[in-house]
């Protein structure tokens, strides 16, 4: 049977206290092992899977069991499964790639199907704020990585989930989406390469507008309900789906 479907998955943030997260993981849980192995070529997830993650050298965080089972199933079936690190979950090393997930940067281009698809978590791309670029130096500097990397699990892991826990609350109203004017826009519109569809997560919201001749598209968050992507390359046809 010919493997024609692909899917697109962001923002799950799996571990945040809020919002039921024993009832989110169970819905991205019932979500993976939904997906049809022997129609299904790939399954990208464009980051904040989780909404802190850490992993040591030898050890790694706790829990996940079901979540990491469903994905090894979809492996050892055939799937492809790809990963991009986003501003949650950036601190993912070796461990996706010993169960056999390939980690992808941003922006990747992949042709699907004969489509050009960009992919990404969809942070920092654009003219973002330079407080923001300090962060992302910050986070993705490999000698702040190693000095965190000392700090106990213990103690790391309240600091990281305190921290996610307090910047959710911190943000009281949905993001609105700017259109033409917002940074990620600016850096579809500029973008070198021939792409018919953008595909991001991190802004939290639903997006399809054209850029171009393309199709910018952003996947909302799972913490109040379910929402995919699924693209048929028999079809011709790109989904998305709500639940």
């Known amino acids: 049977m010919e493997r024609k479907l692909t899917y697109f998955v962001s923002d799950i943030h799996l571990g945040l206290p809020q919002a039921d997260p024993a009832g989110r ?4 849980v019932a979500f993976l092992r939904g997906i049809d192995a022997s129609k299904t070529e790939a399954l990208y997830m464009l980051g904040d899977i989780w909404d802190f993650w850490h992993e040591y050298r030898d050890v790694v965080p706790r829990g996940y069991v079901r979540v990491f089972a469903a994905l090894v199933e979809l492996m050892d079936a055939g799937v492809k499964v790809y990963f991009f690190p986003g501003n949650h979950d ?3 090393y ?3 790639e010993d169960l056999g997930i390939k980690r992808l940067k941003q922006p990747f281009v992949v042709e699907i199907g004969g489509k050009r698809f960009c992919l990404g978590h969809g942070d920092g791309l654009g003219p973002v704020n330079w407080k923001y670029r300090v962060i992302q130096a910050i986070f993705h500097n490999r000698t702040c990585q ?3 990397a000392t700090m106990h699990p213990w103690l790391a892991y309240r600091w990281g989930t305190g921290w996610s826990a307090s910047s959710r609350k911190s943000q009281r109203y949905r993001y609105v989406f700017k259109g033409e004017d917002e940074p990620l826009y600016k850096y579809c519109s500029a973008f070198r390469e021939p792409v018919d569809f953008f595909i991001f997560g991190h802004y939290h919201c639903k997006v399809d507008m054209p850029v171009g001749k393309a199709r910018l598209l952003l ?3 799972w913490l109040d309900n379910s929402n995919w992507m699924v693209y048929d390359s028999q079809a011709d046809e790109l989904s998305v789906v709500y639940k």
Request: aromatic share 38%; proline share 0%.
């Open 25 to 28: 993981e169970a819905r991205f």
């Open 90 to 92: 950036y601190w993912s």
């Open 94 to 96: 070796q461990y996706f």
């Open 146 to 148: 190693r000095l965190f």
């Open 219 to 221: 996947l909302s968050d």
